[in-house]
């Protein structure tokens, strides 16, 4: 069964052509969905015109929303692999092929890491790289995060708001079942994975620097959703671990 | 003069803070558990949890609501009790009628799309 190739794309006609050709270059073996999430301008002609299968909301729902419609789509299908790949040129489709090898390696949720050093230090530990950088105050909300996630799995997570992520087949169906709405849905979604019993993996891959245009960084906007995801995790507090689901 | 009781604060006794306190703390537990089954977004819960914390505080610290009445200089401390509630039962208000706006919008583009595909699908029965 050919993987599934889940693509959210919000104004992208610039850069989807050359994503969706480099894509089918390296991975010529997947099937690809564009979400075009109520984007105004030719994004979606310009996905079907690259062939690729695309849903196009009537509206914009954020890239939660945009996510799960790609996973009802692979659920509805029947896919038993899929993987979430971004529409500006970000992911490196090489790694894609490391991904997938995780989950049929038997994890359900596999993280593609910017900060994770390919060496493993130590006893089997992991040491957060550089290479990839990101500003100040998000990386100081991202640490509080990364260790929410921690407190409350067990596991350690480096890369909790990574979008280059591959998915099993049970994976898909509880994610097009519920999959969170607002923005940093990758925390959420990392959180709703644990408590429902899933295999999470991480593992590191090269992202290029984001080619155009500055990552969306107003600090009220981030500190608005930094309270919010804490309430989640407040209100995700549990005492037994979930046995993981078949 | 004083009509406060020894030790309490605007006029509770002993007993009723700590009843107050443990209603308080029956309400986050409350809100928390709902956003946790999902019946209510996190969003929504920010407001009643500020709220509840607030509860709490004056629940759990007797004399906090006289002292920063005297603080901002109103004379009867139940006042700000009513004022602060009346604010925080206007901004819910207002963010309620925000949302609904917001979902009726959408909800009328959902039925335009429908329409539309109903075309669709009358025009090209093959599936």
């Keep these: 069964m050919r993987p599934l190739a889940i693509i959210p794309a919000y104004n992208e ?38 062939g690729a299968v695309v849903l196009e909301l009537p509206y914009n729902l954020g890239i939660g929303g945009a996510l799960q419609t790609g996973f009802r789509y692979a659920a509805r299908h029947g896919y038993e692999r899929a993987f979430q790949f971004d529409a500006d040129g970000q992911h490196d489709p090489a790694e894609v092929a490391r991904l997938l090898t995780e989950i049929d390696r038997g994890a359900d949720l596999v993280i593609g890491s910017r900060f994770l050093k390919p060496e493993p230090i130590g006893a089997g530990g992991a040491a957060e790289g550089d290479g990839y950088r ?113 | 003069m004083s009509a406060y009781p020894a030790g309490g604060g605007s006029g509770l006794s002993g007993k009723a803070h700590v009843l107050a306190a443990a209603m308080s703390i029956a ?13 209510l977004r996190a969003k929504y819960s920010l407001l009643w949890l500020s709220i509840g914390a607030a509860f709490v505080v004056m629940a759990a610290v007797p004399g906090v609501l006289d002292w920063t009445a005297h603080r901002l200089g109103v004379d009867y401390p139940p006042a700000l009790l009513f004022i602060v509630g009346i604010i925080f039962l206007l901004l819910v208000a207002v963010h309620l009628s925000w949302e609904v706006s ?23 029965p093959t599936p």
Excluded: W
């Design chain 1, 13 to 50: 006609e610039a850069a989807l052509p050359a994503v969706l050709a480099e894509l089918a270059l390296v991975v010529p073996g997947c099937d690809v969905v564009v979400v075009s999430d109520g984007s105004k301008d030719a994004t979606a002609a310009v996905a079907r015109a690259s």
């Design chain 1, 134 to 246: 990101v500003g100040k105050a998000r990386g100081g909300a991202m640490g509080v995060m990364r260790f929410g996630v921690r407190m409350l799995s067990g596991q350690r997570i480096v890369d909790t708001s990574s979008g280059f992520r591959a998915f099993s087949p049970s994976m898909i169906r509880h994610f097009a079942d519920t999959y969170p709405a607002e923005y940093m849905d990758s925390v959420e979604a990392l959180l709703l994975a644990f408590k429902g019993g899933f295999r999470v993996v991480e593992t590191p891959v090269r992202m290029r620097e984001r080619a155009a245009g500055q990552p969306s960084n107003r600090s009220f906007k981030l500190a608005y959703h930094f309270v919010r995801l804490t309430v989640v995790m407040l209100s995700s507090a549990s005492l037994h671990r979930p046995a993981r689901p078949a």
């Design chain 2, 102 to 124: 917001r979902l009726e919008e959408r909800t009328r583009v959902l039925a335009e799309e429908v329409a539309l595909l109903r075309s669709e699908m009358h025009r090209d």
């Design chain 2, 27 to 39: 309400s986050l537990v409350f809100i928390l558990r709902a956003v946790r089954r999902r019946q």
